[in-house]
């Protein structure tokens, strides 16, 4: 069994450490909103957007009512789902979101949601998720496919299959 917590620490002085190299001796703490943009919707649901290519496509789900919320919406509409289960302590899944807001970027068809497991435990345990990070694709609320772990052109194979109309059967990928 790995200890997290001492993993989690270690990402964070990881994290620190090329934060300090990138901006030389200054060190200073970047506030949520820096992060990324903040989006209220009605009935008091906040989500967050993440900083990533331009305008960014790619939504942060902060809570179960926001996942249901999306889901929902996606389904309704006969979208389909690409979600990034991943972990801000977590260096391989923070590598990954560059390629999965690019994938965002030029798939407009298909909602893209990333979900810390750390905040939204409910639906990361609903979807079994154990690694970080994993990608998940949902057509009318059902797991089509998912990857587990950091693999860039399964991720794209994952996505374009989201647009084809034949059905897939449940794939598993593990790097």
């Not at 993440?50 to 939504?59: F, T, Y």
């Not at 889901?71 to 309704?76: P, Y």
């Not at 990954?96 to 810390?116: C, I």
């Not at 194979?157 to 059967?169: F, G, H, I, M």
Request: charged share 25%.
């Amino acid at each position: 069994m790995v200890n997290l917590s001492v993993h989690r620490q270690n990402a964070r002085v990881l994290r620190q450490s090329v934060f300090l190299l990138r901006k030389g001796s200054r060190r200073r703490r970047r506030t949520r909103t820096e992060r990324g943009k903040r989006v209220v919707f009605p009935g008091h649901m906040e989500i967050q957007q993440q900083r990533g290519v331009g305008n960014s496509k790619v939504v942060k789900v902060q809570n179960e009512e926001a996942w249901e919320l999306f889901t929902n919406q996606a389904s309704n509409e006969g979208r389909p789902v690409v979600a990034h289960f991943g972990a801000s302590w977590c260096v391989t899944s923070l590598s990954m979101n560059y390629k999965f807001e690019e994938l965002a970027q030029t798939h407009p068809e298909a909602l893209f949601l990333y979900v810390d497991v750390d905040d939204v435990q409910s639906v990361s345990s609903k979807y079994g998720v154990k690694a970080m990070p994993t990608f998940v694709l949902i057509k009318n609320k059902e797991v089509v496919n998912k990857i587990i772990g950091a693999n860039s052109d399964e991720l794209k194979k994952l996505v374009e299959s989201s647009t084809d109309p034949v059905p897939y059967e449940t794939q598993i990928v593990v790097e």
